[in-house]
């Protein structure tokens, strides 16, 4: 078995298995098992000094960061496109492939 076929086979049973790490979540209508790791969207936070906008008092903010497994989500979603998790609809702000994984920055503005 070749490295990248090991990976694929770790994505699916290790990092991504529901009983362990993921939970599962309705993604654009597909239920898949994922990652919300909102810790290390704040250590991202810290590490790279993400800007962000301002907002009007009352408005907010609201970011996520998911990991999914490529094989499950489809097509690397490209940045501005809208990403639905259980019936709540976010915008992609960062997508990146992270050896047959997606980590997904997601962006929802909230009142």
């Given amino acids: 078995m070749t490295f990248k076929e090991q ?64 094989v499950d989500f489809g097509a690397l979603p490209a940045i501005g496109r809208l990403v639905t998790i259980d019936k709540k609809s976010y915008t992609v702000a960062d997508a990146i492939n992270e050896g047959g994984l997606y980590s997904l920055t997601l962006e929802q503005n909230k009142t």
């Fill in 7 to 70: 990976l694929a086979v770790d994505n699916k049973q290790v990092f991504m298995n529901a009983e362990e790490f993921a939970e599962m979540h309705t993604v654009n209508g597909k239920v898949m098992p994922c990652q919300i790791d909102n810790f290390e969207l704040i250590d991202r936070e810290r590490r790279y000094k993400f800007h962000k906008s301002e907002y009007s008092e009352g408005v907010y903010l609201k970011q996520i960061l998911m990991y999914v497994n490529s």
